[in-house]
């Protein structure tokens, strides 16, 4: 993932099919989302206030916190579980949990490099700097978690709420931020096929059944 189309991660989602009061609703997210990744990039997330941000995106205080219920939110909201989930149920039926994730997790970030690298990198950056973020991103982290919980139940036959169905399921997010937290402290170097090696480096260490 590198620099790329201007396009938000909205621009992931197809919208042909939308009506048009659900059309504005995508663009103006998207312009608070861009308006506050721009200022972040400028003069830092902490300097920013959402009044900055709203102002710059021509909408009131209130539609910012309509759309994100807080600053936080800004960077850690995204459009992209469905999509991995879709790949995670489109995987051959005979592949294990983590070999099969990893496969969905590979063509998803393919797809986010194509829509917008530039703005994916920003945002894991700011998470791996920002502790307030991270402080955050545990409920968005759950929200993940359920889908992807869903949809390797299906594949396993397990129950969703099965314990060892989500310990391998948290297991796998947590070697996923890792792999992630650990590209941006290598100074973001490389291109696509880079970090998709170290996610699938970081999924294999689970998949030799976490030996060193």
Known sequence: MAP???????AAVPTAKL?????????????????AYRLFEAQGYDATPVDQIAEEAEVSPSTVFRYFPTKEDIVLTDE???????????????ESPVTALRE???????????????????????IREVPALRGRMSEHSADTAQ??????????????DDLELRIVT???LGALTEAMFSWVD????GDLEDLRALVARALGVLERGLTL
């Open 170 to 172: 948290a297991a796998m």
């Open 186 to 189: 290598s100074g973001m170097s």
């Open 4 to 10: 790329a189309p201007t396009e938000s991660a909205d």
């Open 80 to 94: 992209y579980d469905p999509m991995v989930e879709q790949s995670l149920r489109d995987r051959p039926p005979g």
């Open 147 to 160: 889908v992807l919980m869903n949809a390797l139940s299906e594949r396993t036959g397990r129950a969703v």
């Open 104 to 126: 969905a997790l590979s063509s998803s970030l393919s797809r986010v490099y194509e829509t917008d690298a530039a703005e994916t990198f920003q945002r894991i950056r700011l």
């Open 19 to 35: 009506g048009l009061r659900e059309r504005k609703k995508i663009q103006t997210r998207q312009a608070i989302r861009r308006t």
